[in-house]
């Protein structure tokens, strides 16, 4: 569906194209099990997470925002797509990757940004880090604004 979104309605992709593509990627992030009829809703929570991630990938992105990509899934699936996610930004490709878990964010991130109040209020090398100190970060007191007024 992305791919021919991205090509338009008037771009039709045939059939045996679409398969062709599917299988792909199926292959490529291990989606099982490898069957193209199945619907997405039963398949499991890692591989309903790694289906998403072979739509994203399908468009050739440069940017990928992925927010909690690995919430709420088995432990082996979660390390699957940590891996992925790693494959991607080493081989160039630009990755925001967002999680409450401070220990997924230094494993998987290179840098991490922590906001507050929707403003990045500092950004650390994941290896100059540790659990401890990000979690100081966060809880961290806001700096109040400096008032605009002049008296």
Do not use: Y
């Amino acid at each position: 569906m992305s791919v021919q979104s991205q090509r338009g309605i008037m771009r039709r992709i045939s059939t045996a194209r679409q398969r062709e593509l599917a299988a792909s990627w199926v292959e490529a992030l291990d989606i099982r099990p490898p069957d193209l009829d199945k619907p997405a809703g039963q398949l499991s929570g890692g591989n309903q997470q790694k289906l998403l991630l072979a739509r994203l990938l399908a468009v050739s992105p440069r940017v990928l925002v992925l927010d909690e990509p690995t919430r709420g899934i088995d432990v082996g699936a979660k390390v699957e797509i940590q891996n992925l996610v790693s494959e991607l930004a080493g081989n160039g490709l630009a990755v925001v990757f967002v999680s409450a878990e401070l220990e997924e964010v230094l494993r998987v991130g290179d840098r991490v940004a922590v906001l507050k109040d929707g403003r990045v209020i500092e950004t650390v090398r994941s290896a100059d880090v540790s659990v401890d100190q990000l979690l100081a970060l966060v809880a961290r007191p806001s700096v109040p604004e400096p008032d605009d007024e002049r008296g």
